[in-house]
C-alpha cells in the first residue's frame, strides 16, 4: 500500500515506486479520501483514516492501493478545492469521503458529473443529495427507530412506550421517529418526558413517567448519558420491570462497563440495534489491525469505514471505476450481509443487515442477527 497525504494546494501527481519489483508487478488501484486532518472534525477524520489503511491492508494480496488522502480541514472552501485535486488524479477509482456527512451535498454534483463513485456515510436517510455515483453506506437513524419500535411491539408484545429525549435538535427528531414508530407498530404512546442534555436532570419527569406506567422507554442518547438515566429510573422511579430500549450509541463497551449488571440478569431489559457484535470475525480483523498499527483499540465509525471500503475493494473490477463499480454493487443485491438498493435520489444505499442486541449479567448478547 502506498499512502500519500497531500497537504492543501498541493495535487496528486506522485507515482508509485517503478523500481521496486515487487510493486512494479503489481496492479496498482488508486483511490482518493476526503477527510478532514485538521479542525473541529479531526478526530473523526483520524477515525475514518484508521479505517481506510485496515481495510487496504487487508484487501487483495495481489493488488498495490494508492491512497491519496486530501485534508479537507473544516470549510466548505477548502473542500472544494481538494475534490478539484482529487478528481485530476491519473487513474482515480473512486472516492472516501467527504467527512462528515454535513459535508457530502457539497461534492455530489461534482462527483455524478464525472462519473467518479464516492463512498459516504450519512446519520439520516434524508441528509445528503444523491445520484449515481454516490454510495451511501449506512444504518439511518430512521431505519433503527423503526427497528425498536417494531421489535418490542411485533415481537415482544409492548403496547405502552414512552420517551425520554434530551433536548437537543437529534433527540427531538428521534422523538418524532420514534412516535411515529410506535404508532406503526400498533403501539400506544403514554409519555413523553425531556432532558438539558448538560445536566441529565430529571428529577421533574420521575414521577410523571412512574405514574404513566410504561410497559418499554426509549432513550435517543450516547452510552454514558443513556446509562445514567437508566439508573435512576430504576432505582428513584421504580421502573424495575420495564423494557429500556436504545439506538446503535449503546453498543459499546462503556454501556456494558456502566450498566451490564444492573438488569437484573434478565436478557430482555435493556435492547438496542446495530450492525454488528463485538464477536463478529470482522470486527475481530479490524481490532487486530488497528492494535497492531496504531496500538490502540478499535473505535466503531473506522470500522464502519473499514467494512465499507472492504466492500468496494471486493469488487473485482474496482479499478475501472465509474459505472464499472456501481454496476458490481448491483450485482450484490443479494448478498446475505447487506441490504443494496437504489433510493429516490438514484444512489445505491448499502445497509449492513441490522442486529438486535442486549446485555445480560455485564455480557453482551446478540438476540437476533436478521438474515
Known amino acids: 500500500m502506498i499512502l500519500t497525504a497531500f497537504p492543501p494546494g498541493a495535487h496528486a501527481r506522485e507515482k508509485p515506486d517503478a523500481g521496486n519489483d515487487e510493486s512494479a508487478s503489481k496492479k496498482v488501484i488508486t483511490f482518493g479520501c476526503l477527510l478532514p486532518l485538521t479542525g473541529k472534525y479531526r478526530v473523526l477524520g483520524e477515525k475514518a483514516l484508521k479505517g481506510v489503511l485496515a481495510a487496504a491492508e487487508s484487501g487483495h494480496p495481489g493488488i498495490q492501493y494508492r491512497v491519496v488522502v486530501k485534508d479537507i480541514g473544516d470549510s466548505e472552501k477548502r473542500l472544494s478545492a481538494s475534490l478539484d485535486e482529487l478528481l485530476d488524479t491519473p487513474g482515480l477509482a473512486f472516492i472516501v469521503g467527504p467527512v462528515p456527512s454535513k459535508f457530502i451535498q457539497a461534492v455530489s454534483p461534482r462527483v455524478n458529473r464525472k462519473r467518479v463513485p464516492a463512498l459516504v456515510f450519512p446519520v439520516s436517510e434524508d441528509e445528503s443529495s444523491g445520484g449515481p455515483y454516490i454510495i451511501k453506506y449506512y444504518y439511518p437513524l430512521e431505519e433503527q427507530v423503526r427497528v425498536l419500535a417494531g421489535y418490542a411491539a411485533r415481537s415482544l408484545g409492548i403496547r405502552r412506550f414512552a420517551i425520554l429525549y434530551p433536548r437537543t435538535a ?20 403514554v409519555y413523553e418526558g425531556s432532558y ?25 442518547d450516547g452510552a454514558g448519558s443513556s446509562a445514567e438515566l437508566i439508573l435512576r429510573l430504576k432505582r428513584e422511579g421504580k421502573l ?9 450509541t449503546w453498543n459499546g463497551p462503556l454501556f456494558l462497563d456502566l450498566i451490564g449488571r444492573e438488569i437484573d440478569g434478565f436478557v430482555y431489559r435493556a435492547v438496542f440495534t ?22 490502540e483499540k478499535p473505535d466503531i465509525f473506522g470500522y464502519q469505514v473499514y467494512r465499507a471500503l472492504k466492500l468496494i475493494l471486493s469488487l473485482e473490477p474496482v479499478s475501472g471505476g465509474g459505472t464499472v463499480i456501481t454496476d ?21 444505499r448499502v445497509s449492513p443487515r441490522y442486529r438486535i442486541l442486549s446485555v445480560s449479567d455485564g455480557e453482551l448478547i446478540d438476540i437476533i442477527n436478521v438474515k
Do not use: C, H, Q
Open 170 to 189: 437529534l433527540g427531538a427528531r428521534m422523538k418524532g421517529l420514534f412516535a411515529s414508530g410506535v404508532a406503526e407498530s400498533g403501539g400506544k404512546l
Open 196 to 220: 438539558d442534555p448538560g445536566s441529565r436532570d430529571i428529577s421533574g419527569e420521575l414521577g410523571w413517567i412512574s405514574s404513566a406506567a410504561p410497559e418499554a422507554v426509549f432513550i435517543p
Open 240 to 248: 424495575r420491570d420495564v423494557l429500556f430500549l436504545g439506538p446503535s
Open 274 to 295: 446495530d450492525v454488528f457484535y463485538y464477536g463478529d470475525r470482522d470486527w475481530d480483523e479490524y481490532s487486530r489491525l488497528t492494535e497492531g498499527k496504531f496500538n
Open 328 to 348: 458490481g454493487l448491483g450485482s450484490l443485491r443479494n448478498n446475505p450481509y447487506y441490504d443494496i438498493e437504489i433510493d429516490r435520489g438514484g444512489s445505491y
